[in-house]
């Protein structure tokens, strides 16, 4: 079965410093990596999704890696703001057919960026 | 913009009471999904449909019923509310085959008492 680990659980930094989000997960057989962003009471929002033939994805100052077969991806924050703090959750979808594009998630890393 | 809707934000229900809850989305996605978020525990896959009529248990339907008569629609049923069940619900909806992003609803919030 399929278990995602985010390190660290909770991340507190100042405003302007660059960061990293980890993620693993214990099956290297995945179709794709989705990186999300909740804020409290909300649903998620999707920020960088990953394919398994792809090494990284980049959206602004977001850029995610994945490399498959260690199991790891991350993502990187890059100039933080205080905008940025919210809970970040990485999911994985599994290789195969019934799949049904079902995501795995991890707990998150909830990040507090200060001014 | 893909826009999932769900018909409320907040609930409060009595215990054994039969409860709806609907989500509907506007970019024809095949797939829909309910997931239930708890402190501790995460996200957990309760149930999906990659059709209409289609539906297949995630990893906690024990409770639980679903229903998708048409493709924009998903709606998540409580047979008889329990206090467990106490939770925030969220739904979900994406293109199939599976290489597309998930796009997720705000979210409803329902407390059983």
């Known amino acids: 079965k399929q278990e995602v680990t985010q390190i660290p659980a909770a991340l507190s930094v100042p405003e302007g410093e660059n960061l990293v989000l980890n993620c693993s997960f214990t099956?290297?057989?995945?179709?794709?990596l989705q990186w999300f962003r909740q804020d409290p009471g909300k649903g998620l929002t999707s920020l960088l999704l990953?394919?398994?033939?792809?090494r990284e994805q980049t959206s602004g100052r977001l850029n995610a890696s994945l490399d498959k077969s260690s199991g790891r991806s991350t993502l990187y924050i890059a100039a933080s703001q205080p905008g940025d703090s919210a809970t970040y959750l990485c999911?994985?979808?599994?290789?195969?057919?019934?799949?049904?594009?079902?995501?795995?998630f991890g707990q998150g890393t909830i990040l507090t960026v200060h001014p | 913009d893909v826009k999932v809707t769900q018909s409320s934000r907040y609930l409060v229900k009595r215990t054994g009471e039969k409860v709806f809850l609907e989500c509907v989305q506007d970019?024809?996605?095949?797939?829909m999904f309910w997931y239930r978020q708890d402190p501790g525990l995460g996200l957990r896959l309760i149930y999906f449909?990659?059709?209409?009529?289609?539906?297949e248990k995630g990893d906690i339907p024990e409770g639980y019923s679903v229903s998708r008569e048409k493709k924009e629609r998903f709606s998540l049923i409580l047979e008889s509310a329990s206090t467990n069940q106490t939770s925030m619900y969220l739904c979900?909806?994406?293109?199939?085959?599976?290489?597309?992003?998930?796009?997720f609803g705000n979210g409803t919030r329902l407390t059983v008492t």
């Open positions: 970019m024809d996605h095949e797939n």
């Open positions: 099956d290297s057989a995945i179709y794709n």
């Open positions: 990953i394919q398994s033939s792809q």
């Open positions: 449909s990659y059709d209409v009529k289609m539906k």
């Open positions: 999911a994985v979808v599994n290789a195969g057919g019934t799949s049904y594009g079902k995501l795995t």
């Open positions: 979900a909806s994406s293109l199939w085959p599976s290489g597309s992003p998930l796009h």
